[in-house]
């Protein structure tokens, strides 16, 4: 939705009495974004903020988006702040009249660094008004805090947070404390940052260009002569571009430049996939059932694969023979898989000059056996030694998204397969192909499915060949599209895992934000433990179950001790962010941190849980029936859970899957 908030908003009626934009500008923004949960006034905000930033001060739109998306750099540099509580809390104690003991009893009230941090200076006035931050001096200081090392690291790192926090006024001390331990909580999430950074685009540029330019830079959006219909369709395509370009090539510093010097439109032009920048991974969406599948492809051939419980890992290879490896959230992984690197010259045939290849590394013992994630998850993150590797992995590929200087993602999974199948060769227990059949008859692919979990894989992905028109329920046309669709979890590549036969469909992943004190043999333990999904939207968790089984006496003894206050992991009150009824009321809050993977018996409509409410029922929200532990996902970050959108899909999977039951049971 538009607002008119940010068509009748004209940055150049500001009065700007500024050489640089002042840090103060941002947090006033992140303070109002953080009073609102409505999603079109966050979105007016951030967009205003940053229309005003490109028309004044255009050198400071990149630090801004940076400080904005809660990070320094792109994830794969690897940039890191690497501030803990006690560097955070040696340099309030010594700005602020507060001893560290007050300031824990502060964290227990609050729970939250910045708020601490409010709390302790706000009280204190200096003598002196300290100067006024800017947004490039906190960026810059931020970025020399992240290229501190060695020994003497602490005190470095605690002298240049001091430095920060002494200039802080008001809310700045709030949103820059939570910066710094990179926790920003505001709500505000990528997409939307996307989409407020394309609305400011279409709308602005900055004051200084000169008119010849101007003529070469025409405004995506003219809100003079448009109609509201066309500015309307204007934004949607350009947030869609903007979308579109980043899940190719995720770094702020290239699209802001891009977009600073360019018309939004020659984006993908400019900035699109490009060896050395990971982009972000197709996903697969979940089934419950293969007969919908066939229903879905009309009979059109499906490549079907086995679905291999490892890493996934994108492969790049420059035209210099450069190899890079990333992890599904971007990160480089290259130190801890030397021996990918060394293979990738024996794998590629005589004509392979370059590519991106997406695939799945899995542990194998010496008989070359598929081990389980855990094996995997035993090897040391950084800079491992080829001589010292103690678990052996193979790369099982399943798609090639560039070759040789050729972006493919347009290009149909078949003539993609294709080319990953003529170009690259099978090192025996290192590098092969994932194992795959190409059929559309339901009889082979059960079969194949059942082989495939035989051979310890967690199930299969069924994928599109080549684009599929299909007609659903309604008769609506929709294609399902066999081209690689970056950072989309679409119908086109659906995974079909072994626990779907008796259960949900799908394991969830959420979050623990809440538990209870144990009682009889639990008492020393937190149990049951109050269980979230993640609402993108709203930027909220939202309680979905108590979970109670599945844990070890071990596991519950190590959660314990982590789940503590003195790890500050602890909260007293509810965090604005916990959507949970009030009648839910656990002993204790959880900073949120961890994400676990739990299945369950079903998913049931409930009148207290608020996951997904309003998305089944008006009023109701979904919980999980019998919700079982299964595991701890260390790959996962806590806004890569099960969303209540995902939730919700599952509930009607399941329903819709229990109507074909009855039906064929009547049939029958
Ligand atoms: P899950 O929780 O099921 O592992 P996820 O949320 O981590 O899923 P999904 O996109 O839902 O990720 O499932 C696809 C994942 O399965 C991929 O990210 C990849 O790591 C893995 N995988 C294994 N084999 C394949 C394959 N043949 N094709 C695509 N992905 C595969």
């Not at 909580?185 to 609305?199: D, E, H, P, S, V």
């Not at 598929?370 to 800079?383: G, W």
Request: one cysteine or more; hydrophobic letters at 35%; glycine letters at 6%.
């Amino acid at each position: 939705s538009v607002d008119k908030n940010i068509l009748e908003f004209d940055p150049s009626q500001i009065e700007w009495n500024f050489h640089k934009t002042p840090y103060q500008f941002l947090t006033n923004t992140f303070s109002l974004v953080d009073k609102t949960k409505s999603r079109i006034k966050i979105v007016d905000y951030l967009t205003n903020m940053l229309r005003t930033i490109i028309y004044h001060d255009p050198e400071n739109v990149l630090p801004t988006v940076w400080l904005l998306s809660n990070s320094l750099a792109p994830p794969y540099e690897g940039i890191e702040l690497g501030i803990g509580s006690q560097v955070l809390m040696k340099a309030i104690t010594s700005v602020t009249a507060c001893n560290s003991k007050t300031l824990k009893s502060y964290y227990n009230q609050h729970g939250d660094w910045g708020d601490v941090a409010y709390m302790a200076k706000v009280s204190i006035r200096t003598l002196m008004e300290p100067k006024p931050l800017t947004i490039d001096f906190v960026y810059n200081t931020l970025r020399s805090i992240s290229r501190l090392k060695g020994s003497g690291v602490v005190n470095q790192k605690t002298e240049l947070v001091k430095k920060l926090l002494i200039s802080c006024n008001g809310e700045e001390i709030r949103y820059l404390t939570r910066t710094l331990i990179q926790n920003l909580r505001i709500g505000a999430l990528r997409t939307t940052c996307l989409i407020a950074l394309a609305r400011a685009f279409c709308l602005t540029r900055p004051r200084g260009m000169i008119a010849s330019d101007e003529r070469d830079f025409p405004l995506n959006v003219d809100v003079k002569r448009d109609s509201m219909e066309t500015i309307k369709s204007k934004l949607r395509s350009s947030e869609n571009l903007l979308k579109e370009c980043y899940a190719q090539f995720p770094n702020y510093n290239g699209i802001v430049k891009c977009l600073l010097e360019n018309p939004i439109d020659t984006l993908l032009d400019i900035c699109h996939l490009t060896v050395g920048v990971p982009l972000r991974p197709m996903l697969g969406k979940i089934t419950q059932d293969l007969a919908q599948v066939f229903k879905k492809s009309e009979g059109k051939l499906l490549n079907c694969e086995y679905k291999y419980d490892g890493q996934r890992a994108q492969i790049h290879m420059d035209q210099d023979g450069s190899v890079t490896i990333f992890s599904r959230h971007l990160e480089n992984m290259t130190g801890k898989f030397p021996d990918i690197v060394q293979i990738i010259p024996r794998i590629c045939s005589d004509n392979v000059t370059s590519f991106i290849m997406d695939g799945e590394v899995v542990a194998i013992n010496s008989d070359g056996q598929l081990q389980n994630f855990q094996k995997l998850s035993n090897r040391t993150k950084k800079n491992v030694e080829l001589s010292k590797i103690s678990v052996p992995v193979c790369v099982f590929a399943f798609d090639l998204m560039y070759f040789n200087g050729q972006s493919l993602l347009k290009s149909s999974l078949r003539q993609r397969r294709d080319l990953l199948h003529d170009n690259f060769v099978k090192i025996d227990g290192r590098f092969d192909f994932v194992t795959q059949i190409e059929s559309s008859d339901p009889e082979e692919v059960h079969a194949f499915f059942k082989n495939s979990t035989e051979f310890g894989c967690e199930g299969i992905m069924v994928k599109v060949l080549d684009d599929i028109q299909s007609s659903s329920e309604n008769r609506q046309r929709t294609t399902l599209l066999a081209s690689y669709e970056p950072d989309k979890r679409l119908e086109s590549w659906l995974k079909v895992k072994k626990d779907y036969i008796n259960g949900i469909g799908d394991s969830l992943d959420v979050v623990p934000i809440g538990a209870w004190h144990g009682n009889g043999r639990k008492a020393r333990w937190w149990s049951p433990v109050l269980l979230a999904v993640y609402n993108p939207d709203a930027g909220t968790f939202e309680g979905v179950c108590k979970c109670m089984s599945g844990f070890s006496d071990q596991f519950y003894t190590e959660m314990k001790l982590n789940y503590s206050k003195e790890n500050g992991n602890i909260l007293e009150t509810k965090k604005s962010y916990f959507d949970v009824d009030d009648a839910i009321r656990p002993d204790v809050w959880f900073e949120p941190q961890e994400v676990w993977e739990v299945k369950g018996a079903d998913i049931t409509i409930s009148p207290i849980y608020r996951a997904a409410v309003g998305k089944v029922d008006y009023n109701k929200g979904l919980s999980l029936r019998f919700p079982r532990f299964v595991r701890v996902r260390e790959d996962k970050s806590v806004v890569d859970i099960t969303t209540s959108e995902q939730l919700a899909e599952m509930f009607f999977n399941q329903a819709n899957e229990r109507k074909m039951e009855k039906n064929t049971i009547i049939k029958d």
